[in-house]
């Protein structure tokens, strides 16, 4: 189902997205990530997507075991026996770019039987479906949600966060009694720390994300819609290891930068210690100046669950960072005439065949 509009009208879609995950039959897909609970798993996609599979990737490794998202090119960096020994998830919508045939492939040539997709459509045009058909691979076809060809993800991506939430929990009640509230109050907060004056959220820059445990996903995703709309920088990092040297940035910066907090449960001492009230040293109230922008996004949920609230909170927020910065993602400037089409179909058969890194 494809939606025109804009991105301020495709979080009206948040709740139906949810709704469609609700529906999904997930039994097989769910038994790909149970099953072998001993394999690493390696899930693959490019672009808006990834931030869908670092959440699947986070869920399995809290599920089951050791995983990680990577990018396609990636892929050509991890040798042929630790491909051999996980198991691969491949996320794609039409299955035609040169991302996932590539990682297609490699994985149907080194470890069909441990290969699964999830793919929005198994046409024949789809090369993944019919690289994976030909090995003996599973592909799992999900019609999910998307507008009518945005440039950044948008609808969709909350599909996907509600597919895999339901894959590895079987908790489709959670999706139905989601409380979802899409007012900017509700989602996010944007003030001084203390006091003083701040920029403006079109004037900032530089969002410096700070992210743990069921927010990173949503933190990724944030930075993908950023910066592929070209509104702002944005730096990812985790809490704790902001403090080893990355608020030298801030300092030098602060007249157009803001902090982000991604928070949960598990993170509100911890932020507040550190940064909202500076406690923790030596009584010290006043490490980091009092004007310093914050940005809060935060939810009250500490479970999978989490993820999805923060998400469809982080899509609000974003939103009103374009409007102020007088912007449509879907459709963003181009100031440079940059053909938005070029780099996407590049081959990058250069970069990908020399062969896994030390081969």
């Known amino acids: 189902m494809a939606n025109k509009g804009t991105f301020k009208e495709s979080l009206a879609l948040i709740s139906e997205a949810l709704k469609w995950a609700e529906g999904q039959d997930i039994e097989e897909l769910h038994d790909f990530f149970m099953d072998n609970p001993q394999m690493p798993m390696y899930a693959f996609a490019s672009g808006g997507s990834y931030s869908s599979v670092d959440y699947a990737a986070l869920l399995y490794e809290t599920y089951k075991g050791m995983a990680k998202a990577l990018t396609p090119l990636s892929m050509s960096s991890v040798s042929d026996d630790a491909l051999k020994s996980a198991k691969i998830l491949i996320l794609t919508s039409d299955g035609q770019g040169f991302d996932e045939k590539y990682v297609a492939n490699r994985a149907a040539k080194l470890n069909p039987e441990?290969?699964?997709?999830?793919?929005?459509?198994?046409?024949?045009?789809?090369?993944?479906?019919?690289?994976?058909?030909?090995?003996?691979?599973?592909?799992?076809?999900?019609?999910?949600?998307?507008?009518?060809?945005?440039?950044?993800?948008?609808?969709?991506?909350?599909?996907?966060?509600?597919?895999?939430?339901?894959?590895?929990?079987?908790?489709?009640?959670?999706?139905?009694?989601?409380?979802?509230?899409?007012?900017?109050?509700?989602?996010?907060?944007?003030?001084?720390?203390?006091?003083?004056?701040?920029p403006s959220l079109g004037n900032i820059r530089n969002f410096i994300v700070l992210y743990n445990g069921w927010s990173r996903p949503v933190a990724v995703d944030f930075e993908s819609k950023m910066v592929e709309s070209g509104i702002a920088s944005v730096q990812l990092c985790d809490y704790r290891n902001f403090c080893h040297g990355r608020f030298i940035f801030l300092s030098k910066h602060l007249e157009d930068s803001a902090l982000v907090l991604f928070l949960t449960p598990r993170e509100q001492q911890f932020a507040k210690d550190l940064i909202l009230e500076s406690t923790s040293w030596r009584g010290n109230t006043d490490i980091f100046p009092r004007n310093t922008p914050i940005l809060k996004i935060e939810t009250e949920l500490d479970s999978p669950l989490a993820s999805i609230d923060l998400l469809a909170k982080m899509s609000v927020c974003f939103n009103e960072i374009a409007q102020e910065n007088g912007d449509e993602p879907c459709s963003p400037k181009n100031p440079s005439k940059i053909d938005k089409r070029f780099p996407k179909n590049t081959p990058f058969n250069e970069l990908a065949d020399q062969g896994p890194l030390g081969s």
């Open 114 to 198: 441990n290969t699964c997709a999830v793919v929005k459509t198994d046409d024949k045009n789809n090369t993944v479906v019919k690289t994976l058909q030909r090995a003996g691979s599973r592909w799992f076809v999900y019609d999910w949600l998307t507008q009518n060809r945005p440039f950044i993800a948008t609808i969709d991506t909350v599909c996907k966060f509600g597919l895999f939430y339901k894959a590895f929990t079987q908790d489709a009640d959670g999706l139905r009694k989601y409380k979802l509230d899409l007012t900017p109050e509700w989602c996010f907060s944007y003030a001084p720390r203390k006091e003083g004056d701040i």
